[in-house]
């Protein structure tokens, strides 16, 4: 991991944004008196629940991705790419807080740059394996 | 992880089925009309859904055993446990999206394969450390 | 990671303990007799659920961050670290099952474990960008 610094940089940034959704829920409990281990109940907490764990889910098929696209291409690229998906998540997240229904634009920015260097990784492992 | 490319081929594998419960729950929702952040209200969905967290739950163990066993084990073996976990969970999806009372096999062989590398990793671990 | 063997070794440790909290909510299903897909319906089911939910998404950001700690600061501080923090999750399991209200304690010491290496570990990695 020492020889993909931006990688490394740029893995910390997804994990304070998981970090971040984690603590909304916790602060939307609270604000919308939502008991745990209830989950439902309260319109605007389900949201900041539900970008939680899409959020996790995201970084969950993201993150190896990413590392493998850094250690099979390359650190800087990865670095690219991963804050173009973070960015993508995070207007994810602050739209579908507001209105649900407008959440698409960040979700297909952040699947896009998890499709482009999944396709990219895939290729290039494939090439470290079969040797063309 | 350059030193480990059929490990690094079966992890993009394991995220492909991980991208793919994802997007079948984006479909259920669709189909069955589950508007976002509801994660209930029907049945075909709340089976995509959860094995989509299950696949998921299975992965965040997984994955890293599945690394540190390459690391302190072998790639090939490594490729061959991933491989044979995989198909379990693929078995594990498609029969619970159906029935599921029927999703105790899947279950079973994914369950499996992990005990085998994380017992086996866990050893080889503690050998380094230790040192016999 | 080879060159980590007690981070590899404390990362095994999380991984059970993921794996505990899973098998957990698998007893609890049959014991409060919830029907998969049903995640709701008994207080001690859905106790055990949150509990396995809230260990992963720990996880989720604990663990790449303790690599990243283990890579640019140390291996010998990241089993620390790690294992303080899995105490701490130990502790919030066990409470939490019991009596939620009490989760608080094992919460914020797993929080406190994973803020130390987060700040620490993006000191080294900037650090390492910049060069000072």
């Known amino acids: 991991m020492h020889d993909y610094p931006l990688t490394a940089g740029t893995t910390l940034l997804i994990v304070l944004l998981m970090f971040g959704t984690a603590w909304n829920v916790?602060?939307?409990r609270e604000k919308y008196g939502?008991?745990?281990?209830?989950?439902?109940g309260n319109e605007y907490f389900e949201r900041?629940?539900?970008?939680?764990l899409n959020t996790m889910e995201w970084a969950m098929v993201?993150?190896?991705t990413l590392w493998l696209f850094a250690a099979y291409v390359n650190d800087r690229y990865a670095m690219l790419a991963g804050l173009i998906g973070l960015a993508g998540r995070v207007l994810y997240a602050v739209s579908y807080q507001r209105d649900p229904a407008t959440r698409g634009t960040g979700f297909m920015i952040g699947m896009i740059a998890f499709g482009i260097?999944?396709?990219?990784?895939?290729f290039a492992v494939l090439r470290t394996l079969v040797g063309f």
């Open 26 to 28: 916790g602060r939307a």
């Open 34 to 40: 939502v008991k745990a281990p209830a989950t439902t």
């Open 48 to 52: 900041a629940y539900r970008i939680q």
């Open 62 to 64: 993201f993150l190896p």
């Open 117 to 122: 260097i999944g396709l990219w990784a895939g």
